[in-house]
C-alpha cells in the first residue's frame, strides 16, 4: 500500500526532512528537475511561495537542478502570454530571486494523442529527468475539486489543449426521455441550460463540458461521448507517460498543499471563499493515493463531502478513473 505523509506543522523543519527523506533515493544529482505549479492569478488561490522555495533548497541540496514551469491559459488576462504572465507570478513571489531556480513559461509543446483529440504538452518538461507536482488543493466548478491530476491535466499542456479538455465534454444530445424537469438549468455552474418548450436546451458555445448535468439528470436524458472526469485522467496520464519516457521511467512525487481551502479554482478572479479548515501538505509517489487521501481528510474533517455539496458533482470520479487508467491506488497508508 502507497505511503501518504501528512506534515500538519508545515513552518517546521518536518517539511524539508520528509521531502528529503522522499526524493533522495531517485532524485539525483546533476539532475533537471521540472517543478510544475500554478503559481496563480490576482486572488489568494496559488501554491504558497515560501512551501515552492523551501521544496527548491531540498532539491539544491540534492545536487538537482530545479526549474519553476507554468503553461499559459486560453483565458484573457496576464497568464495568457509568457512575458505577461511571468511579470505576473513575479509579483507573487514566483521570481527567480525569490525562489532560487528559473522560472520557466512557455510556448513549447511536444503533440501527443488522447482518446478525443490531440494533446500539446509542454516540452521542456518532458525532457526533464524528474518532477516534482507541487499542487495547492482546493474546490473546482467543473470536476468538484482541483488537485495533482487536474494540475498535470490541465496545467501542463498548450491553451489549446486546455479548452480541447473542457470541450471535450459538451453534452452532444438531449434525449426525448426529457421530462423539463430542471434539474440540469439549476445545477449547470455555468447557467448554459434553459428549459425550452418541454425540453432542456444547452448552449453548446457557453458549455464548459464539466458533465454535471450528465451526472444529475435523474431521466438518463443528457449524452455526452466523455465526461470531464475521464477526460482530466486520460490528459494526465498522457503527461506522465510522456514525461517517463515509458521505458527510461522518470521519477515523479506530489506534494498537494491541502490548505487555504476555495470554493473554486485558483483561475477564477473570484475564488469563492473557504469551504473547509485546512489539512496541512501531503506528499506521495502515487498521485491517486494522494488525491483520495486529500480528499479523505477534508472530508473527515469537515464531517461532510464539502466539494460534492457545493458543486454537485462527485469529487472521486476524477481519482477512479485516474486509478482505472493504471495511474496509482485509492489505498493508501497514511503516516
Ligand atoms: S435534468 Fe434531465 S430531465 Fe430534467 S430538464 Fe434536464 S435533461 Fe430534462
Ligand atoms: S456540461 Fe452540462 S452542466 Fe456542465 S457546463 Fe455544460 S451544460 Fe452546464
Not at 214 to 237: G, H, Q, R
Amino acid at each position: 500500500m502507497t505511503k501518504v505523509h501528512l506534515i500538519k506543522e508545515i513552518k517546521s523543519d518536518k517539511y524539508e526532512k520528509v521531502l528529503e527523506q522522499q526524493l533522495k533515493s531517485n532524485f539525483k544529482k546533476g539532475m533537471n528537475v521540472a517543478v510544475k505549479l500554478h503559481m496563480g492569478e490576482s486572488n489568494k488561490g496559488k501554491f504558497n511561495p515560501e512551501l515552492a522555495k523551501r521544496a527548491v533548497k531540498v532539491l539544491k541540496k540534492l545536487g538537482c537542478k530545479p526549474f519553476l514551469f507554468d503553461t499559459n491559459v486560453w483565458y484573457p488576462g496576464a497568464r495568457h502570454f509568457s512575458m505577461t504572465h511571468k511579470a505576473a507570478v513575479a509579483h507573487h513571489g514566483f521570481s527567480e530571486e525569490n525562489i532560487g531556480c528559473p522560472i520557466v513559461v512557455a510556448d513549447d509543446f511536444v503533440v501527443t494523442k488522447i482518446k478525443h483529440f490531440q494533446l500539446k504538452v509542454f516540452k521542456p518538461m518532458v525532457e526533464a529527468d524528474a518532477m516534482l507536482v507541487l499542487t495547492h488543493f482546493k474546490g473546482h466548478a467543473a470536476s468538484a475539486f482541483g488537485g495533482a491530476i487536474k494540475n498535470l491535466a490541465m496545467g501542463c499542456v498548450s491553451k489549446g489543449s486546455k479548452l480541447a479538455e473542457h470541450k471535450a465534454g459538451v453534452p452532444n444530445k438531449v434525449t426525448d426521455d426529457c421530462t423539463a424537469c430542471g434539474v440540469c438549468a439549476k445545477l449547470c455552474p455555468f447557467h448554459t441550460i434553459m428549459i425550452v418548450g418541454k425540453k432542456a436546451r444547452i448552449n453548446h458555445l457557453m458549455c464548459f463540458g464539466c458533465s454535471t448535468c450528465v451526472y444529475n439528470c435523474p431521466s438518463n436524458a443528457i449524452k455526452a461521448k466523455t465526461t470531464f472526469d475521464k477526460v482530466l485522467a486520460e490528459a494526465a496520464n498522457a503527461v506522465i507517460d510522456l514525461m517517463k519516457n515509458k521505458s527510461i521511467n522518470k521519477p515523479i512525487y506530489y506534494v498537494n498543499e491541502v490548505m487555504n481551502i476555495s470554493k473554486n479554482c485558483d483561475c477564477m478572479r473570484n475564488t469563492g471563499g473557504i469551504i473547509a479548515k485546512d489539512v496541512g501538505v501531503l506528499m506521495s509517489t502515487d498521485i491517486v493515493a494522494i488525491e483520495k487521501a486529500s480528499l479523505d481528510l477534508v472530508i473527515k474533517q469537515e464531517g461532510k463531502d464539502v466539494f460534492k455539496e457545493i458543486h454537485n458533482h462527485d469529487p472521486v470520479l476524477q481519482i477512479v478513473e485516474a486509478e482505472k487508467l493504471g495511474l496509482g491506488k485509492q489505498k493508501y497508508e497514511l503516516s
